[in-house]
């Protein structure tokens, strides 16, 4: 008989024990699973390992819990859905205690709604019962950090944004890990000195400070600061020079491509050419 060449996939593989490994035997303490209960899958839990299985199928009320652990961690992530309303697609996503993704089994609606007549409780497997193979489960060591617990219980990871104030400095140091220095703000407000009973707007605050007051007759704007713009009038020259006296120049480039922090206290400022910093 001959094989239909572009036959459905799900109906292709749905009689594999895949995603399960070929030696899982699927036969628990009370409940046996079927062949057809999953097609495909991708497990990526945080702080998972190569051994990953199926470790309860849970009942309550109308909610149904499929856990999967690892060997050592023990339970690490969990999908759920509810038999009065489940997925079309059949997709379980899988998610860590903190709310991470943790992966995806693929069954079917026809397969997930058979756990409709599960009784309510617990039904416990272990690793030889219901192992993944290898090509589902992508190992992810718990190494580092992954993510921040907030005071109330709000959980933060991805892309986040960390912003210092008063005094604390984050940076990536040179090995790649996050280093954070407490080295004092000289610019904020005087608060421990005061009053407790003293409002915000009545502390007087530290203003910043600039020791340079004009450049070629030129004073820095409210905030002290200067911007030097490339204008209309070409000089082979720099204008304005400033280095370090005992700093190496390469250590320097560095630190202006962010790669590494100076360490010198004292600057030499020399004044090349003759012509004058215009503003606007």
Request: net charge negative.
């Amino acid at each position: 008989m001959s094989k239909i060449v572009f036959g459905d996939w799900r109906d292709d593989n749905q009689q594999r024990r895949y995603p399960f490994a070929d030696d899982a035997t699927l036969v628990g303490d009370d409940l046996t699973l079927q062949n057809t209960l999953f097609i495909d899958g991708r497990l990526y839990p945080v702080g998972g390992n190569e051994e990953l299985y199926l470790n309860r199928i849970t009942r309550e009320e109308s909610t149904i819990t499929f856990a999967i652990a690892a060997t050592g961690p023990g339970e690490i992530a969990t999908a759920s859905y509810d038999v009065t309303d489940i997925p079309e697609t059949g997709e379980l996503a899988f998610h860590d205690a903190y709310g991470r993704p943790a992966g995806m089994l693929l069954s079917t609606e026809t397969a997930l709604e058979a756990f409709s007549g599960l009784n309510s409780g617990t039904h416990e497997f272990i690793l030889e019962q219901t192992r993944f193979a290898t090509a589902v489960v992508v190992p992810q060591p718990e190494i580092g950090v992954r993510g921040f617990i907030l005071e109330d219980g709000e959980t933060l990871f991805g892309d986040v944004w960390i912003v210092c104030e008063d005094g604390v400095v984050v940076r990536r140091d040179d090995d790649g890990s996050l280093r954070i220095d407490i080295v004092g703000d000289p610019f904020t407000a005087r608060k421990l000195c005061e009053d407790e009973e003293t409002s915000d707007e009545d502390i007087e605050a530290v203003r910043p400070y600039c020791p340079v007051e004009l450049i070629n007759g030129i004073p820095a704007d409210e905030l002290g600061n200067y911007k030097l713009l490339v204008g209309s009038n070409e000089s082979l020259s720099n204008l304005l020079r400033i280095r370090p006296i005992v700093q190496q120049s390469d250590d320097v480039a560095k630190h202006l491509g962010g790669e590494s922090a100076l360490k010198f206290a004292s600057l030499l400022i020399e004044v090349l050419g003759e012509r004058r910093l215009r503003g606007d």
